[in-house]
């Protein structure tokens, strides 16, 4: 139950992980949870029309950095708001995700094919090595090198980066670009592990991870902790209807989000 519970908890993980990137630059990345659903049907789609999963990881992968490094591109060539250009993402990669299943699959609901199958363990232990790996990489990425010591100044010491000669709206765009891969890993983990799609797959948990960041106070560890917390009510609301089924489903749904907030008053 437990490493189940682990595994449950990474797409969040993961989310969180690529919000935290976009929090140092200043940009906080609001088009997340619009991203991680966009990001499972393009797995989805992808890998059914190839017939390969690993195609389908990579070009939906590329699809979705490369989507959201053009966006991040024109805002700053244009010096837009972010925050306004980030909520209109948002808004951008949610209606796609009906428009495309409409016009490929015919349909706006569930999204099922014999090509799309996954093991259930197989995909617990695919989703926490990769999320050991990437976050490790994080981590050390951010801690120990020059230019993760430049993302962590972008949003809030941007003129010493200046000063150095470095631009710091190439951070600025290249931290979009990682919450987008972060986000989409986060998205395809959501599908594998129940070897569909479901619109609205994210179910806030965008949201979720941009609350992460805020509760753990820009420490990775932290996160994980409130996440694991997040989770943890989830899970438990996942099982407990199982053995209680009387209880309304909205107020299992809600569960996690109570626990954010009340969270983010305890804190």
Known sequence: MIFGMISFSCPLILAAAGALFSEYAGILALFLDGLISFSAFEMFAFTVLTGSPFLGIFLACLSSCLIVFTFAII???THADYFIASLGMNLIFSTSVSLFSSLIFKTRGVLTSPKF????????IFAVTL??????????????????VYFRITGSDSHVLE???????LYRVGAWVVTAFFGFFAGCLLSMKISSFVPNIASGKGWMALAAVY????????????????????????IIQNYIPAIPTSILLSFPYIIAIVLSCIK
Do not use: H, W
Not at 117 to 124: A, C, D, L, P, Y
């Open 215 to 238: 509760l753990g106070k820009r420490k990775i560890l932290k996160m994980v902790i409130f996440i694991l917390i997040f989770c943890a009510g989830d899970f438990f609301a996942a």
């Open 163 to 169: 000063v150095k000669g470095v631009n710091p709206g």
């Open 75 to 77: 805002v700053e060539k």
């Open 117 to 124: 199958v996954f093991s259930v363990t197989g995909v617990q």
């Open 131 to 148: 999320t050991v790996i990437l976050l490790a990489t994080a981590i050390c990425f951010l801690k120990y090198t020059q230019k993760g």
